[in-house]
């Protein structure tokens, strides 16, 4: 593995990842800023100077940043999540140098022109109208709100329309001021690239990047409790959540075997259950969300308004018998599936730079994969088993459900009561 690592003069890490053998470059720059660095009247903010950076800088107007990175047939797209924001081109070789000088552009010389952020708080307000017609989407924002209430962590990186439409250019350049800080910024190119040459690129480009590093993030809190959504629906889609584990606890990768286990894939204990065995879903599968301090592991069925009790009953049942009967079989398993995920990113030059960038953020370097590999197979079962129960007894779970009335009283009732005689 050619993986090479600089930290320029201004405090900006750049790692690079060669692949020879390639004809094409990833590039991204990864800031560790996200919708829970929010602060009060900003709630959507990260999410919208993101859409803002494609929309005309000192240098580019909007539509020059499009026909110049298409024009030669590279791609230029960004993504906000919780904690992070990115923002990545994927060209050919030759074109690494024009793919970092937009990408840099874009994040030093941005003018947020007054009617283009009309124009694009418009765009994000339809984003958000399209995320709560699809129940399937919005159910994750709502147990992320029941699990964190009343924390910029706990809502949705979107934004309301309410909160979207009273944001300013003022505040964006203050956000922006705040947190794209080269002490928690990540240069990461992967491909067909030379090492010397992007450091040298990012030199030039990047030197008017803010130094230093933002405040901390306020503490997470988990809250659990329940909410529900009705509307008129032919499925019912329901969220059970449970305090997981940060990045940095030890017992991480036991949660992920854990998550893998009780419903990661087609031969997990909950597809198996509820699809293969009993019918009552499409749809069934959990998932684990680790973040800096905390973690939210969940449980996402769609199912018919009728059998959301049996559903509720069934993933606790599972969830326990998980807890406290998984096999060496099953262990070994989401063993081969998380050291697959791992190593299969590695081949795809996009995914890789990001997972070389995360991994710089989360723990200050680059991961070795034997490393990690060497983790994963240090699993036990009984190191899984424990992750699993601990699930149960860290806090009170969240609840979270969109659908007919019917079903979704049906659901909390059971899963309320499941959980008093947990407790």
């Known amino acids: 593995m050619t993986l090479r690592l600089t930290r320029l003069d201004n405090g900006l890490t750049v790692a690079t990842h060669a692949m020879p053998e390639l004809k094409t470059a990833a590039l991204g720059v990864w800031v560790d800023a996200?919708?829970?660095?929010?602060?009060?009247?900003?709630?959507?903010?990260?999410?919208?100077?993101?859409?803002?950076?494609?929309?005309g800088t000192r240098r580019r107007t909007a539509r020059a940043i499009a026909e110049e990175i298409e024009a030669?047939?590279?791609?230029?797209?960004?993504?906000?999540?919780?904690?992070?924001?990115?923002?990545?081109?994927?060209?050919?070789?030759?074109d690494a140098g024009l793919g970092l000088d937009i990408l840099a552009d874009i994040l030093t010389e941005s003018v947020f022109e007054a009617d283009e952020l009309t124009r694009e708080k418009s765009v994000i307000?339809?984003?958000?109208?399209?995320?709560?017609?699809?129940p399937d989407d919005i159910v994750f924002d709502h147990v992320q709100a029941v699990a964190f209430a009343d924390q910029p962590i706990g809502r949705s990186i979107l934004g309301t329309p309410g909160s979207v439409r009273a944001?300013?250019?003022?505040?964006?350049?203050?956000?922006?001021?705040?947190?794209?800080?080269?002490?928690?910024t990540v240069l990461a190119a992967v491909g067909a690239v030379d090492h010397d040459q992007i450091v040298a690129a990012a030199h030039s480009c990047l030197s008017g990047?803010?130094?230093?590093?933002?405040?901390?993030?306020?503490?997470?809190?988990?809250?659990?409790?329940?909410?529900?959504?009705?509307?008129?629906?032919?499925?019912?889609?329901?969220?059970?959540?449970?305090?997981?584990?940060s990045y940095h606890d030890p017992a991480y990768f036991a949660l992920?075997?854990?998550?893998?286990?009780?419903?990661?894939?087609m031969s997990s204990r909950l597809f198996q259950e509820v699809r293969e065995k009993r019918g009552l879903a499409y749809s069934i599968y959990s998932f684990h969300w680790p973040y800096a301090d905390t973690g939210l592991f969940g449980v996402y069925v769609g199912t018919d308004q009728g059998d959301t009790g049996e559903v509720?009953?069934?993933?606790?049942?599972e969830l326990a018998g998980a807890g406290a009967g998984i096999t060496l079989a099953e262990v070994a398993r989401a063993k081969a599936q998380m050291k697959a995920g791992l190593l299969m990113a590695m081949e795809r030059p996009t995914t890789r730079a990001e997972q070389i960038a995360r991994q710089i953020l989360i723990y200050g370097r680059p991961l070795d994969p034997d490393?990690?590999?060497?983790?994963?197979?240090a699993l036990t079962v009984e190191d899984v088993r424990n992750a699993g129960l601990a699930l149960t007894t860290r806090a009170k779970p969240a609840f979270a459900g969109v659908g007919p009335a019917g079903g979704l009283e049906t659901a909390a009732s059971m899963a309320e009561s499941l959980w008093r005689s947990a407790a």
């Open 256 to 265: 992920q075997a854990f998550t893998i286990v009780a419903g990661g894939g």
């Open 72 to 94: 030669v047939g590279g791609d230029l797209n960004a993504a906000t999540s919780v904690e992070t924001t990115a923002y990545f081109a994927h060209v050919l070789a030759e």
């Open 371 to 377: 490393e990690i590999v060497a983790k994963i197979d």
């Open 167 to 184: 944001l300013g250019r003022d505040q964006l350049q203050a956000y922006l001021d705040r947190h794209y800080l080269t002490g928690q």
């Open 209 to 245: 990047f803010g130094q230093g590093l933002p405040p901390e993030p306020p503490a997470a809190l988990w809250q659990g409790g329940v909410r529900l959504d009705p509307r008129d629906l032919d499925q019912t889609h329901l969220i059970l959540g449970f305090e997981g584990v």
């Open 34 to 55: 996200g919708a829970r660095d929010e602060r009060e009247g900003e709630h959507g903010l990260s999410h919208l100077l993101e859409h803002m950076a494609f929309k």
């Open 312 to 317: 509720t009953r069934v993933i606790a049942d």
């Open 125 to 134: 307000l339809q984003e958000i109208g399209a995320a709560n017609d699809t």
